[in-house]
């Protein structure tokens, strides 16, 4: 199992959540997904600028079973080898699922799973110790403590704090919908864990001591992620944020008018794939691809070539 030292030294750069690709006949497409991540290893995607998330959240984790979880974070340490730190998403109803995930990962010598508490009842503290104990119990892989407060319980700071204190963690993937306890989070964490920025306050993150943030972004242009920062890096932060604003602020208007209309990630992420000339493929109910008309696919595609023509 990774220290903690080594995942903050691992987990730098931007975490990319996979997109998953299912096919015309709704089946998972493994040669799409393994094409995609060689297409973003040869943009440049390294130990040091990206860590790699498969089957999260933005790879349908809730749309998939067990097995198809299973084969997806296979192909994902296949195509990605000893090129990127990768982290697989564990998160399931089922106790039961989770651990077998977790021991797949642990085989597969993975570098830690995301891992929430129980999401579909309301959180309870010892609740939540109880789920990860129990997992620690099966498994020596590091956990990424996962703090999904938007589609689960948004765990407090005294939670989490007690939770870096279990065996397997090593990692945190914080996020909080109050700006204040956000970057208190930051603060409190960091001496114990590596932590993955989970919001959009990305240049405030680097500047308070994460390690890496979430973007979305290396499924289809990776190449701003990693000038992003290089600049946060060099301590320009000032242009990071001028660089950033620019590209999100379009992005999430547009994103939001799909996000209105249908749930899921990978939803949106897809027709920015196949702009990029990638096979996204299809999404899976409850996620409808018919809530990207063509009004916002023809905005994204904009964006998109806007970009390529200013980051290259």
Not at 59 to 69: A, Y
Not at 89 to 98: E, F, H, K, N, Y
Not at 173 to 187: L, R, V
Not at 195 to 207: A, K, P, Q, S
């Amino acid at each position: 199992m990774l220290t903690v030292d080594d995942a903050r030294a691992r987990w730098r750069g931007v975490l990319a959540p996979i997109v998953t690709p299912f096919d015309d006949q709704n089946q998972v497409d493994l040669n799409a997904l393994q094409a995609n991540l060689r297409w973003l290893l040869d943009r440049g995607a390294r130990h040091g600028n990206t860590v790699i998330l498969a089957a999260g959240s933005g790879g349908d984790f809730p749309m998939m079973n067990l097995e198809e979880r299973k084969q997806v974070i296979t192909a994902t340490a296949e195509a990605i080898g000893d090129q990127a730190p990768i982290i697989a998403g564990v998160q399931s109803l089922d106790i039961r699922d989770t651990i077998e995930l977790c021991q797949h990962c642990e085989a597969l010598g993975l570098d830690a799973v995301q891992i929430s508490g129980p999401f579909y009842y309301d959180g309870r503290p010892g609740d939540v110790i109880a789920w990860f104990e129990e997992v620690g119990r099966h498994t020596g892989i590091g956990f990424a403590l996962y703090n999904n407060w938007y589609t689960g319980y948004d765990m407090p700071l005294d939670l989490m704090e007690r939770l870096c204190e279990l065996p397997n963690a090593i990692g945190a993937k914080w996020a909080s919908p109050d700006p204040a306890t956000f970057a208190e989070g930051i603060g409190r964490l960091s001496p114990k864990v590596a932590v993955v920025n989970n919001t959009f306050e990305t240049i405030l993150g680097h500047r308070l001591g994460s390690r890496c943030f979430v973007s979305h972004w290396p499924n289809f242009h990776p190449e701003w992620c990693f000038r992003i920062w290089e600049l946060m890096e060099a301590g320009r932060y000032d242009d990071a944020q001028r660089e950033f604003d620019e590209v999100m602020q379009p992005y999430q208007a547009l994103v939001a008018q799909i996000a209105a209309q249908t749930a899921g990630e990978g939803v949106f992420v897809r027709p920015l794939m196949a702009a990029a000339g990638l096979d996204g493929g299809r999404s899976r109910l409850p996620s409808r691809d018919e809530a990207v008309t063509p009004g916002i696919r023809a905005g994204l595609e904009q964006l998109l070539q806007s970009m390529a023509s200013a980051v290259g």
